[in-house]
């Protein structure tokens, strides 16, 4: 793997105003707020976290399909949070999002031909042959038969429908992909089949991935590195190896306890945390993890940690981290 | 699919029926004809229906079987063309106020409610008021009252469907907001879009017969449902068949076209299927 960076998020934040009227102000939801990454060429970057804590808005953000608050995306050098709209423009293809609903990311009255061909209108050097054959090819590529070519939607299964979903993402040619939760609505057997199609895509079109997911059995299957988020920041980043072998963040330990194993034998303590997670409108002071947290203390209430490097490539959000 | 259980539903097949006729009856109106819907004939005036006058003669002898065959067509290109007029506004302001939201949806749509919160008469009325009445005003007209109603549906639409994610993919994938809303959005609005022109189409022949009542509608002499009925009016007392054929032509193509407007409210809403 090249060390070279793609992608370099800094401080990325996204507030939504809700019920804001005539005669009210509304109120703030940190949906993601100040979350840092990066991602180098060619790596497979996972988001872990619960329901509601900004991993999606964070995938979003990336490919500024919703405009940040505040920070920078830096994609290649260039900061695309505040690039000009025209040029921003020439840049989308080069990075790609796939969803996780497979059945309204789809346009029910396009045929797979328009769904995949969409994005090669933007391309007019290429004659009508041309991109029949293109997209003929990328059918190929993720699994579809020819004779789907003329067929809308509704005649697929959920996991036909996610290949078409990826299909109509790489024929752009891009070297980024949000994978935004893209198994999370299929079956098991079906998660496997699209799982070692996203690994071998990357292995051969040389593709970097931010792979959003809860689901840690598969995140520890297809990344590299994992960050873990809880209500909008940033709690833990580190390699899968350092991440699963020893989580330094209390929230990390319990949220990888709660996933089940396969293992037989293997003797889990489970941490069970009390309590929901605390509303995004108005996040706890301190360390936003303290209420729940089994090892808070005192100060966890008062100040929030910063996010810094514990270990080579092990960064942790946690005053008291684990095995310090 | 939509066709078969269209077909299938008997209610919507009689509409279709009855509108169908209607639309022949306008465009065969000189065949149909037996007399010159203009010609005047002081000998016969305000006869009974006869073997000659199949739904008798108005007070200036006129044949009325004759005036009601051509008045369709008057009924149905101001119902056609100010349902459209309302259709293309509607979808326009629609699309671009729920498309873009913020507060011009917000303006647009008081705007909007403005004009909802007058009667529909009362407002074509002074619509007409200020331009004068001739057809091409009671169109325009008609169609500015009906806009509101389309647009509020667009708007509702366009609301939930520009959330949807095949519309951030094509923004993912570089296109402009003309073209999602053109590829993507208002293709999927069709449906209600559909139900809501077909109601409007019987509320517009009601409103045109009305407006043509009260002498605002289609010019006399070129008779129209609505002006026959009311040239009949006077003379209700003593020749009342005068009255009843032109508003049994109304009444017919009203329910034309609401019987079909329900059939496609079943066929089409999702929430049936």
């Given at each position: 793997m090249s060390l070279k960076t793609i992608l370099?998020?800094?401080?990325?934040?996204?507030?939504?105003?809700?019920?804001?009227?005539?005669?009210?102000?509304?109120?703030?939801?940190?949906?993601?707020?100040?979350?840092?990454?990066?991602?180098?060429?060619?790596?497979?970057?996972?988001?872990?976290?619960?329901?509601?804590?900004?991993?999606?808005?964070?995938?979003?953000?990336v490919l500024r399909l919703i405009p940040p608050t505040r920070g920078t995306v830096i994609y290649q050098g260039q900061d695309i949070a505040k690039l000009p709209a025209d040029k921003m423009r020439k840049l989308r293809s080069d990075m790609q999002i796939i969803f996780?609903?497979?059945?309204?990311?789809?346009?029910?009255?396009?045929?797979?031909?328009?769904?995949?061909?969409?994005?090669?209108?933007?391309?007019?050097?290429?004659?009508r042959a041309q991109r029949k054959k293109m997209v003929l090819e990328m059918m190929e590529t993720v699994g579809l038969r020819p004779e789907h070519y003329d067929r809308h939607p509704h005649e697929f299964s959920g996991g036909q429908r996610q290949r078409l979903g990826v299909a109509r993402a790489l024929i752009m040619r891009p070297k980024l992909v949000v994978a935004d939760e893209p198994l999370s609505a299929l079956d098991v057997s079906v998660q496997a089949q699209v799982v070692n199609l996203?690994?071998?895509?990357?292995?051969?079109?040389g593709l970097s991935y931010l792979f959003i997911s809860h689901d840690l059995a598969i995140v520890e299957h297809i990344s590299d590195r994992i960050a873990v988020m809880y209500l909008g920041k940033l709690m833990e980043l580190a390699s899968k190896r350092q991440l699963f072998a020893q989580p330094r963040h209390p929230y990390t330990q319990a949220?990888?306890?709660?996933?089940?194993?396969?293992?037989?034998?293997?003797?889990?303590?489970?941490?069970?945390?009390?309590?929901?997670?605390?509303?995004?409108?108005?996040?706890?002071?301190?360390?936003?993890?303290?209420?729940r947290c089994p090892l808070a203390q005192e100060d966890c209430g008062q100040l929030e940690p910063e996010f810094k490097l514990l270990a080579p490539g092990h960064w942790v959000a946690c005053h008291h981290p684990l095995n310090d | 699919m939509f066709w078969k259980k269209f077909l299938h539903n008997p209610i919507g097949m009689i509409g279709v029926v009855v509108i169908t006729l209607n639309i022949l009856m306008a465009a065969f109106a000189p065949v149909l004809a037996t007399h010159n819907p203009l010609t005047i004939n002081v000998a016969q005036q305000s006869e009974e229906p006869?073997?000659?006058?199949?739904?008798?003669?108005?007070?200036?002898?006129?044949?009325?079987?004759?005036?009601?065959i051509y008045g369709s067509r008057?009924?149905?290109?101001?119902?056609?063309?100010?349902?459209?007029?309302?259709?293309?506004?509607?979808?326009?302001?629609?699309?671009?106020?729920?498309?873009?939201?913020?507060?011009?949806?917000?303006?647009?749509?008081?705007?909007?409610?403005?004009?909802?919160?007058?009667?529909?008469?009362?407002?074509?009325?002074?619509?007409?008021?200020?331009?004068?009445?001739?057809?091409?005003?009671?169109?325009?007209?008609?169609?500015?009252?009906?806009?509101?109603?389309?647009?509020?549906?667009?708007?509702?639409?366009?609301?939930?469907?520009?959330?949807?994610?095949?519309?951030?993919?094509?923004?993912?994938?570089?296109?402009?907001?003309?073209?999602?809303?053109?590829?993507?959005?208002?293709?999927?609005?069709?449906?209600?879009?559909?139900?809501?022109?077909?109601?409007?189409?019987?509320?517009a022949i009601l409103a045109?017969?009305?407006?043509?009542?009260?002498?605002?509608?289609?010019?006399?002499?070129?008779?129209?449902?609505?002006?026959?009925?009311?040239?009949?009016?006077?003379?209700?007392?003593?020749?009342?068949?005068?009255?009843?054929?032109?508003?049994?032509?109304?009444?017919?193509?009203?329910?034309?076209?609401?019987?079909?407007?329900?059939?496609?409210?079943?066929?089409l809403d999702p929430r049936l299927k």
């Amino acid at each position: 793997m090249s060390l070279k960076t793609i992608l370099k998020v800094e401080d990325l934040t996204k507030y939504f105003v809700v019920g804001r009227s005539l005669f009210n102000s509304g109120e703030v939801v940190k949906a993601v707020d100040g979350v840092s990454f990066s991602l180098m060429q060619g790596e497979t970057l996972s988001l872990v976290g619960e329901s509601g804590c900004g991993k999606s808005t964070t995938g979003r953000l990336v490919l500024r399909l919703i405009p940040p608050t505040r920070g920078t995306v830096i994609y290649q050098g260039q900061d695309i949070a505040k690039l000009p709209a025209d040029k921003m423009r020439k840049l989308r293809s080069d990075m790609q999002i796939i969803f996780q609903d497979p059945w309204s990311s789809l346009n029910p009255r396009m045929t797979v031909k328009e769904i995949i061909g969409e994005g090669l209108r933007r391309q007019p050097e290429l004659s009508r042959a041309q991109r029949k054959k293109m997209v003929l090819e990328m059918m190929e590529t993720v699994g579809l038969r020819p004779e789907h070519y003329d067929r809308h939607p509704h005649e697929f299964s959920g996991g036909q429908r996610q290949r078409l979903g990826v299909a109509r993402a790489l024929i752009m040619r891009p070297k980024l992909v949000v994978a935004d939760e893209p198994l999370s609505a299929l079956d098991v057997s079906v998660q496997a089949q699209v799982v070692n199609l996203l690994a071998r895509l990357k292995r051969d079109l040389g593709l970097s991935y931010l792979f959003i997911s809860h689901d840690l059995a598969i995140v520890e299957h297809i990344s590299d590195r994992i960050a873990v988020m809880y209500l909008g920041k940033l709690m833990e980043l580190a390699s899968k190896r350092q991440l699963f072998a020893q989580p330094r963040h209390p929230y990390t330990q319990a949220l990888f306890s709660a996933a089940p194993t396969t293992e037989v034998g293997r003797e889990k303590n489970r941490i069970i945390l009390s309590g929901d997670v605390p509303s995004p409108l108005n996040p706890p002071k301190g360390c936003r993890f303290h209420t729940r947290c089994p090892l808070a203390q005192e100060d966890c209430g008062q100040l929030e940690p910063e996010f810094k490097l514990l270990a080579p490539g092990h960064w942790v959000a946690c005053h008291h981290p684990l095995n310090d | 699919m939509f066709w078969k259980k269209f077909l299938h539903n008997p209610i919507g097949m009689i509409g279709v029926v009855v509108i169908t006729l209607n639309i022949l009856m306008a465009a065969f109106a000189p065949v149909l004809a037996t007399h010159n819907p203009l010609t005047i004939n002081v000998a016969q005036q305000s006869e009974e229906p006869s073997a000659q006058h199949w739904f008798g003669t108005d007070e200036f002898g006129r044949d009325i079987y004759s005036r009601v065959i051509y008045g369709s067509r008057i009924s149905l290109y101001i119902s056609l063309f100010s349902v459209l007029v309302a259709t293309f506004l509607g979808v326009a302001i629609g699309a671009t106020s729920g498309y873009y939201g913020g507060w011009m949806d917000n303006l647009i749509m008081r705007v909007m409610d403005a004009i909802m919160s007058f009667p529909a008469i009362l407002l074509a009325i002074g619509i007409l008021a200020v331009l004068g009445p001739n057809l091409s005003n009671v169109v325009l007209a008609l169609g500015i009252v009906y806009t509101p109603r389309f647009a509020r549906i667009v708007r509702g639409s366009v609301l939930s469907l520009k959330e949807k994610e095949f519309v951030e993919a094509s923004k993912a994938i570089g296109n402009g907001d003309a073209y999602i809303i053109f590829r993507h959005i208002l293709p999927n609005c069709t449906a209600p879009l559909i139900v809501q022109a077909t109601a409007s189409l019987a509320y517009a022949i009601l409103a045109e017969s009305m407006l043509s009542f009260l002498g605002l509608g289609a010019p006399p002499p070129a008779p129209s449902w609505g002006n026959i009925l009311s040239d009949a009016r006077n003379f209700m007392m003593d020749n009342a068949m005068m009255t009843v054929f032109p508003g049994l032509a109304i009444t017919l193509a009203v329910l034309g076209f609401n019987l079909v407007g329900d059939a496609l409210r079943d066929v089409l809403d999702p929430r049936l299927k």
